[in-house]
């Protein structure tokens, strides 16, 4: 299990951590989601010990991480912008981990040339950003890791083989209980893979809960009212409403049973619940209609 009580970390002045408090279950896959500068890198770069907080705790495995090898030994990462030697090949760096990995597997590695198809023996830097992505998935995953921490993993690859690394890391998740840690701005691809969700703004985590009851807490419906009522109640508790034709939609913090209830008191012509996607879901809990995209007239 991940633990993060209270969490803050400023930068001359400025807290880019301000209190963040998280949960991430073992043997979960945990999507941490927030705008730009929400905090999410600086606390990524606290549970892989290269920042030292400078309030509050964080434990992995009921271990401090900071300056702890033991356990930093259990944890990989990649990073948005992966780090490799500049004049290394794929074989220096994997000679490199496994300096560093004690349960770096060759076996798997040798089965993952197969799935990356890359020339071990090309130096790193003259591939492609996609193929460089490929190359930390192979490495990073033949470290058999029990904690892995991704940031803005599958950037850059194509579809097949953003299937096929979460392919990878899933079968890790299900076989060897792997606790997985990702960060993304991808809410489309998160929702296919976590069971855990974090939404972060201002150095703080706002709320984290599970997917399921992350979508049971917040509904969207589309209601036909009678003729002449053009206008939605105004006793409804609607976090934001629009309307096309004579359909309004409206988002309400409740399940869907709840809000249809509360809906149904008007006896409207048509009532229809429809489950907010995960991307909805991020940006009505930061702020509705003034966080979704504004129109501008140029």
Avoid at 68 to 96: C, E, G, H
């Amino acid at each position: 299990m991940i633990e993060v009580n209270n969490l803050v970390k400023t930068f001359d002045g400025f807290a880019a951590l301000d209190g963040a408090t998280l949960s991430v279950p073992s043997g979960s896959v945990y999507g941490l989601v927030g705008p730009n500068g929400a905090g999410k890198s600086t606390l990524i770069r606290h549970l892989t010990g290269i920042y030292k907080q400078d309030a509050g705790s964080i434990s992995i495995g009921g271990q401090s991480v900071w300056e702890n090898p033991a356990l930093k030994a259990t944890i990989a990462a990649i990073p948005d912008d992966w780090y490799y030697f500049l004049q290394s090949t794929v074989v220096d760096m994997m000679r490199f981990y496994r300096g560093f990995y004690p349960q770096f597997s060759m076996e798997r590695y040798e089965k993952l040339k197969e799935v990356f198809s890359i020339d071990e023996k090309k130096t790193i830097r003259h591939l492609s950003k996609g193929m460089q992505k490929q190359v930390a998935f192979w490495l990073t995953m033949c470290c058999m890791p029990d904690y892995l921490i991704l940031d803005e993993p599958v950037d850059g690859l194509d579809p097949v083989m953003r299937r096929q690394v979460w392919s990878l890391v899933m079968g890790d998740v299900a076989e060897r209980g792997t606790t997985v840690l990702v960060s993304s701005h991808n809410l489309r691809e998160l929702e296919d893979v976590c069971d855990h969700v974090g939404i972060m703004d201002h150095g703080k985590v706002l709320l984290e809960r599970s997917l399921e009851q992350l979508q049971d807490n917040m509904v969207k419906l589309q209601v036909v009212f009678q003729d002449g009522m053009n206008e939605v109640p105004a006793d409804l508790p609607v976090l934001h409403a629009s309307k096309i034709g004579r359909i309004h939609t409206l988002i309400m913090r409740m399940n869907a049973e709840e809000a249809t209830a509360k809906v149904q008191q008007y006896a409207p012509l048509l009532v229809d619940a429809i489950p907010l996607t995960l991307e909805e879901i991020f940006i009505y809990e930061l702020g509705g209609a003034n966080y979704a995209v504004k129109d501008i007239v140029l």
